[in-house]
Nanobody
């Protein structure tokens, strides 16, 4: 079992920045892939970014490339999402997730955090 806790969400004006954190605990050794997803009301869960704990492989969704940066701190078992130049369309609940590999499809993830709200005002 892997336990994930997100933090760092909040309200920010368009053009601003936020950094999300995802602290992982439990049997993390079997979950090499970590990802960030987001879901806005009435919309499907959307891939944001993913990273491999061991290889450092990184993937981004098209809508966030060049604005968001995913990173990890292995000793702390913590993943981060630095979000810059935020736009109103980035408003959503952001979830971190864990799986064997850094998939871009949310259905392939085994463990999920509770989510953190990000609201970007225009």
């Amino acid at each position: 079992q892997v336990h994930l806790v997100e933090s760092g969400g909040g309200l920010v004006q368009a053009g601003g920045s936020l950094r999300l954190s995802c602290a992982a605990s439990g049997r993390t050794s079997r979950s090499d892939g970590m990802g960030w997803f987001r879901q806005a009301p009435g919309k499907e869960r959307q891939f944001v970014a993913a990273i491999s704990w061991s290889r450092g492989s990184i993937y981004y969704g098209d809508s966030v490339k060049g604005r968001f940066t995913i990173s990890r701190d292995n000793p702390k078992n913590t993943m981060y999402l630095q979000m810059n130049n935020l736009k109103p369309e980035d408003t959503a609940v952001y979830y971190c997730a864990a799986s064997r590999y850094p998939y871009t499809n949310y259905v392939l993830y085994d463990y999920w955090g509770q989510g953190t709200q990000v609201t970007v005002s225009s």
